[in-house]
């Protein structure tokens, strides 16, 4: 039997058409962007103090309205206050004093809850079981550990 021309042609053309079906790549399935998400919200700030240090003394005697007359010079064995006027609300806030020696060393470092309404004091006492060494001290004041009026400077002598 012999073969067709057209039978040849027609076989070659269908051998043709399936090597160009089994070679075209397969379309890869199209994958929509990932949907844009709201972006994270911000870090809140935090809230501003609703409290602020009106002003910080520093004495060795407070009077019945707890009111501190300031001092710069100390005896070694006098008690040292520290004085912490404040105005607005607090509640359970912190206000923390710090003592620091001339070589860097801290003396001392007490902290108390700050609870008030309007205009308030709180007073942080500092005593020394033996003398106060005799020298410069720095008193620092922070409130919430941030620091809250300007460094003070003291001398023992």
């Given at each position: 039997m012999k073969p067709n021309l057209k039978t040849s042609a027609l076989?070659?053309?269908l051998a043709g058409t399936v090597a160009l079906a089994a070679c075209k790549k397969q379309e890869e399935a199209v994958t929509?962007?990932?949907?844009?998400?709201?972006p994270a919200p911000a870090?809140?700030?935090?809230?501003?103090?609703?409290?602020s240090v009106t002003s910080v003394n520093v004495g060795n005697a407070a009077g019945t309205d707890m009111s501190v007359a300031p001092m710069t010079s100390f005896g070694v064995n006098d008690k040292i206050i520290v004085s912490v006027n404040t105005q607005g609300d607090a509640s359970n806030q912190?206000?923390?004093a710090k003592l620091t020696f001339q070589d860097g060393q801290v003396?001392?470092?007490?902290?108390?809850?700050?609870n008030t309404t309007g205009a308030g004091t709180t007073n942080i006492e500092f005593t020394n079981a033996n003398p106060w060494p005799k020298g410069k001290y720095k008193v620092d004041v922070m409130v919430n550990g941030q620091p809250a009026g300007?460094?003070?400077e003291i001398e023992v002598k």
């Open positions: 076989m070659i053309a929509p962007p990932p949907a844009a998400s709201e870090p809140m700030e935090p809230a501003p103090a609703a409290v912190t206000v923390e003396a001392g470092q007490q902290s108390q809850a700050l300007m460094t003070q």
